[in-house]
């Protein structure tokens, strides 16, 4: 039984868990130790604050159910209502395409961040709040001008997001959560939704990043999300354009993110960035132009048995990763 239990994903996730809770409220612990008493008041706040996530954001979910609707209606005025992921997803039938609408109902309400706390066992929900406690250097209060504000939060968070990205595809621990999102053997809109629990929390630690350093209010950063949200909602459609100059010089565009969800792999080692082009044409990973035959993943084990199979999957290949700490080439 015992040994059984040391072979499970499980085992090794909750004893990582452990460890991160036991580090980020040592010094907690350590008054729980000498005052009993506490230890009630602490687990009702803890889980008092797990439950908040769950709370519906109805802006938020109203915010999300508008730029799909968007992204559906210039999506449709691009390749017409035949291709459109509308059509398809009315039709139903799809697995992959099922996969991507059951990630975006957790998304819209809220559910999505919920589980992912709770489905890696406040791994990465723990360790947030440790590197939140670095402290803030706070450099925003340098730049006198809001609008100056949100450009370099925005720069910052752009350049962060393209090593996430391009890391995820190093790191087989990594990769072996990040490659569920790739799994989509159809680009749908709704596709940008499909990202696993772990990946999710993964990220999370390193969004923080640039709120550590700049420390600028959250109230500058809507602009800037709802712009890249749209963005990315259109770069996981089917539209296929280039964007002309605009995909080549500044934007990513369609195209270039289909070519990095292409299943050879020396397609998706490639337009890692998720907004500007300058990151991968800066560090040499940038495809404008490439014929994209299939979608997904060379060797796919998903969209088979069900959402759940699915689910599990990531488990096992990011603690097999881990114990084999091997890391995938193509970087």
């Given at each position: 039984m015992i040994n059984r239990l040391k072979n499970s994903p499980l085992f090794y996730l909750v004893l990582l868990a452990l460890v991160v809770f036991v580090v980020h409220f040592w010094s907690t612990i350590l008054e729980m130790i000498d005052a009993p008493e506490k230890i009630q008041s602490f687990i009702v706040l803890r889980l008092k604050n797990v439950s908040t996530i769950?709370?519906?954001?109805?802006?938020?979910?109203?915010?999300?159910?508008?730029?799909?609707?968007?992204?559906?209606?210039?999506?449709?005025?691009?390749?017409?209502?035949?291709y459109s992921s509308l059509k398809k997803l009315l039709k139903?039938?799809?697995?992959?395409?099922?996969?991507?609408?059951?990630?975006?109902v957790?998304?819209?309400?809220?559910?999505f961040k919920f589980l992912s706390v709770v489905l890696t066992f406040g791994i990465f929900y723990f360790a947030f709040g440790i590197v939140s406690d670095f402290g803030h250097l706070n450099l925003a209060a340098l730049i006198p001008f809001p609008w100056l504000q949100i450009l370099v939060l925005s720069v910052i968070s752009e350049f962060t997001a393209y090593?996430?990205?391009?890391?995820?595809?190093?790191?087989?621990?990594?990769?072996a959560a990040h490659r569920f999102h790739h799994s989509a053997e159809e680009m749908g809109t709704l596709t940008y939704y499909r990202v696993h629990f772990l990946e999710s929390q993964i990220n999370q630690l390193f969004r923080v990043i640039p709120f550590v350093i700049f420390g600028a209010p959250l109230q500058y950063f809507v602009i800037y999300y709802i712009i890249t949200?749209?963005?990315?909602?259109?770069?996981?459609?089917?539209?296929?354009?280039?964007?002309?100059?605009?995909?080549?010089?500044?934007?990513?565009?369609?195209?270039?993110h289909r070519i990095h969800h292409s299943?050879?792999?020396?397609?998706?080692?490639?337009?890692?960035?998720?907004?500007?082009?300058?990151?991968?044409?800066?560090?040499?990973?940038?495809?404008?132009?490439?014929?994209?035959?299939?979608?997904?993943?060379?060797?796919?084990?998903?969209?088979?048995?069900?959402?759940?199979?699915?689910?599990?999957?990531?488990y096992k290949d990011f603690v097999n990763a881990i114990?084999?700490?091997?890391?995938?080439?193509?970087v």
């Open positions: 769950l709370d519906l954001n109805w802006k938020h979910f109203f915010t999300d159910i508008s730029l799909v609707s968007v992204a559906l209606v210039i999506e449709i005025i691009f390749v017409g209502w035949e139903r039938g799809n697995k992959s395409l099922q996969t991507d609408v059951f990630f975006f957790l998304a819209v309400t809220n559910s090593w996430a990205h391009r890391l995820s595809h190093k790191f087989s621990w990594w990769w949200e749209l963005h990315n909602l259109l770069i996981h459609s089917e539209i296929k354009s280039d964007w002309g100059w605009v995909g080549k010089y500044l934007i990513i565009s369609p195209l270039a299943n050879r792999s020396e397609h998706y080692h490639s337009n890692y960035s998720n907004f500007l082009t300058v990151w991968d044409r800066l560090f040499g990973t940038f495809i404008e132009k490439a014929e994209v035959k299939e979608l997904g993943l060379s060797e796919n084990p998903y969209n088979q048995k069900g959402i759940f199979n699915d689910l599990w999957i990531p114990s084999t700490t091997k890391s995938n080439s193509g």
